[in-house]
């Protein structure tokens, strides 16, 4: 939906910032590192999350594409991480610290987190740890998983059964809609 912004920034918070594009503000949540660089009046780029839920709609912003998909990827596969958790994971840890984390098995890591307890770190490092070594060797972007699990999610399935169900849908068809089709079939069988 949107996946880019360009634009001054006009306020800021200790959770977001406010940035005008063409005299719309958009309301971004960031990490704290986004927050400290972005300064009223300059001008910021971002990548963008937009997440839908049924009682709220938010923007997530990160500088790197690189950082859009770990968080994608992180709301997208691992069960129990909404996109406010994933965020205060990115708060914490670099990509490329988290990766090293998943990689190694340091749950100690993650659990520096707050509201990540040994156990989710467990669960997040056993899902990632296959997916970050895929999307490393050219695998299948998150952003398109993400979108099509946020669309299922968002009219009532849950999180695991609608990731089964587009697991299942063939990886050839890449457009979001047709994935989201395909799953719907598939979960009402």
């Known amino acids: ?4 912004l360009k634009g001054t920034v006009i306020h800021k918070d200790n959770k977001s910032i406010i940035v005008d594009t063409h005299d ?7 990490t704290g590192h ?25 923007l997530y912003g990160f500088v ?6 770990l968080f994608e990827l992180l709301v997208s596969v691992v069960s129990g991480v909404g996109p406010k958790s994933a965020l205060n994971i990115l708060n914490v840890s670099s990509a490329q610290a988290l990766r090293r984390a998943v990689s190694t098995g340091d749950t100690a890591h993650l ?6 307890g040994k156990k989710l770190a467990d669960k997040i490092i056993l ?14 972007l998150p952003s398109d998983e993400a979108d099509a699990l946020e669309a299922l ?8 059964a609608a990731r089964e169900a587009l697991e299942k849908v063939d990886k050839k068809i ?16």
């Open 1 to 4: 939906m949107i996946s880019y």
């Open 24 to 30: 719309v503000g958009y309301r971004v949540y960031a």
């Open 34 to 58: 986004i927050l400290d660089a972005a300064h009223i009046g300059k001008e910021i780029k971002l990548w963008t999350h937009f997440s839908v839920r049924e009682d709220s709609q938010a």
């Open 64 to 69: 790197s594409k690189e950082d859009l998909d």
């Open 111 to 116: 659990t520096r987190v707050s509201g990540i």
């Open 127 to 140: 899902e990632l740890k296959g997916k970050l070594d895929a999307e490393e060797s050219g695998g299948v």
């Open 153 to 160: 999610k968002s009219i009532g399935f849950n999180h695991s």
């Open 174 to 189: 890449t457009d979001t809609s047709e994935r989201v089709k395909k799953a719907l079939k598939i979960l009402g069988k």
